[in-house]
T-cell receptor
Framework: AQKITQTQPGMFVQEKEAVTLDCTYDTSDQSYGLFWYKQPSSGEMIFLIYQGSYDEQNATEGRYSLNFQKARKSANLVISASQLGDSAMYFCAMREGWQNRDDKIIFGKGTRLHILP | NAGVTQTPKFQVLKTGQSMTLQCAQDMNHEYMSWYRQDPGMGLRLIHYSVGAGITDQGEVPNGYNVSRSTTEDFPLRLLSAAPSQTSVYFC???????????FGSGTRLTVV
């Protein structure tokens, strides 16, 4: 079974609209972390936002917020007021195993976001 | 502060050749990993390390070896390159279990 599932291979959104990128995860660990990364066409990996499994509030970083629904094992990324520069590939990732020194981060397959002018 | 440095940036190999992809970080990070990125597959974990002297296999370890003799370096070895290993390879590191990874700029490898 996939650890990280991103069901939207591609999305087209009008500039200035809000965007929600879906991510569901699967783990039996009690302590884990969820991340979102952005990969523009230049190929670099850019860290956007982090949510710990015990964090009660949803993480926010500027225009990015993470809609964390623990019971549903969902960690959607919300981008408010989208900009042309947001066009990129977005990856959801989960970190687990750090309590037993089997620490690793697993990535989903990504969602390619296109912002339309 | 260079962050995570990967070398080379580009490489073409012939089938059966061997090579080592270098990864070095200067942030004293304990955790380091190697990923490969293929179209439509996202980033898949090859090998990872939680500290010097400790390595483990990830999702797609076959055909690759690693070692972690120092905190700073985590080289990835291809012993006998195959066309299926054509990919972009990323090395990444982090300080604690609750941090995201800092990524290198990647190595684009083509095996012909």
């Amino acid at each position: 079974a996939q650890k990280i599932t991103q069901t939207q291979p591609g999305m087209f959104v009008q500039e200035k609209e809000a965007v929600t990128l879906d991510c569901t995860y699967d783990t039996s660990d009690q302590s884990y972390g969820l991340f979102w990364y952005k990969q523009p066409s230049s190929g670099e990996m850019i860290f956007l936002i982090y949510q710990g499994s015990y964090d009660e509030q949803n993480a926010t970083e500027g225009r990015y917020s993470l809609n964390f629904q623990k019971a549903r094992k969902s960690a959607n990324l919300v981008i408010s007021a989208s900009q042309l520069g947001d066009s990129a590939m977005y990856f959801c990732a989960m970190r687990e195993g750090w309590q037993n020194r089997d620490d690793k981060i697993i990535f989903g397959k990504g969602t390619r976001l296109h912002i339309l002018p | 502060n260079a962050g995570v440095t990967q070398t080379p940036k580009f490489q073409v190999l012939k089938t059966g050749q061997s090579m080592t992809l270098q990864c070095a970080q200067d942030m004293n990070h304990e955790y380091m990993s190697w990923y490969r990125q293929d179209p439509g597959m996202g980033l898949r974990l090859i090998h990872y390390s939680v500290g010097a002297g400790i390595t483990d296999q990830g999702e797609v370890p076959n055909g690759y070896n690693v070692s972690r003799s120092t905190t700073e370096d985590f080289p990835l070895r291809l012993l006998s390159a195959a066309p299926s290993q054509t990919s972009v390879y990323f090395c990444a590191s982090s300080w604690t279990g609750e941090d995201g990874y800092t990524f290198g700029s990647g190595t684009r490898l083509t095996v012909v």
